[in-house]
């Protein structure tokens, strides 16, 4: 009798910490199906509920790396060298030169609280972007290169760094190369909050470099609809040097 009413006891004590558990992941859920509604549309960047065709081919980064908002931007971008520099010593060094691969990076990094107003800076959206380079021989564009890897990307006050590799058409015959602009884009309904974005490349003689502190958000009111923002005419945008081949 005693073993039978110890097992009654047991099964009731499982039966609460069930029910407890059970009533604070629906209050968590319920909580976070508040923050989402609470967030709404938050675009600011006036180019929202845009049609873009995703389907084309894409341009993927050789590398990603992301650092949190304890992590200063000196210290980022001493590691993103330190591991661009291991890669590459796997596969020879940076040639310069005529050569018919260049490589740079793209940083982004997402607001805050104390930037945006919001404790729902970070997006797990689509992000793309569009960059545009100038060159002696005219202009050179590349569409949709992916930024976006496994894991979380683009958490609030987080850095995350990309690097990529361009196919010079005519490596022989170009001089020099300037970053010129950059499309960012953000698809669906979970909104970013875009603190900067800066484009340059990894050579430290003969080097160009372009940046932009846009701090606004990038939304759109359905989930396979776009935003964007175009650092070209942008008025905290700025472009300097030129890389020499």
Not at 24 to 52: H, L, Q, R, W
Not at 65 to 94: Q, T
Not at 147 to 166: A, M, V
Request: hydrophobic residues 35%; negative net charge; glycine residues 6%.
């Amino acid at each position: 009798m005693k073993t039978v009413i110890k097992l009654k006891k047991y099964m009731f004590v499982a039966a609460c910490i069930l029910m407890t558990a059970s009533c604070e992941k629906s209050t968590v859920d319920a909580e976070a199906i508040n923050a989402n509604e609470k967030e709404g549309f938050m675009s600011t960047t006036g180019n929202s509920n845009t049609i873009i065709d995703d389907t084309q081919p894409i341009i993927k980064p050789i590398m990603h790396m992301k650092f949190g908002a304890d992590v200063s931007k000196d210290e980022a971008s001493i590691k993103f060298d330190e591991a661009i520099a291991k890669y590459h010593s796997k596969r020879g060094p940076i040639l310069s030169g005529r050569i018919t691969k260049w490589y740079y990076k793209v940083t982004t990094i997402t607001g805050t609280y104390e930037d945006s107003g919001s404790n729902h800076c970070g997006t797990n959206g689509s992000v793309r972007l569009d960059v545009s380079f100038l060159t002696d021989l005219g202009i050179i564009t590349k569409h949709n290169i992916v930024l976006d890897n496994p894991g979380n990307d683009r958490e609030e006050g987080s850095w995350d760094i990309y690097y990529l590799e361009l196919d010079l058409p005519n490596p022989l015959t170009i001089d020099w190369i300037e970053v010129d602009s950059a499309l960012i884009k953000l698809k669906g309904t979970d909104g970013w909050f875009l603190k900067e974005v800066a484009i340059a490349s990894t050579s430290g003689e003969d080097y160009t470099a372009l940046s932009s502190q846009p701090k606004l958000w990038l939304d759109s009111s359905a989930n396979n609809l776009w935003d964007s923002f175009d650092t070209n005419g942008h008025e905290t945008t700025n472009k300097s040097g030129r890389y020499d081949f």
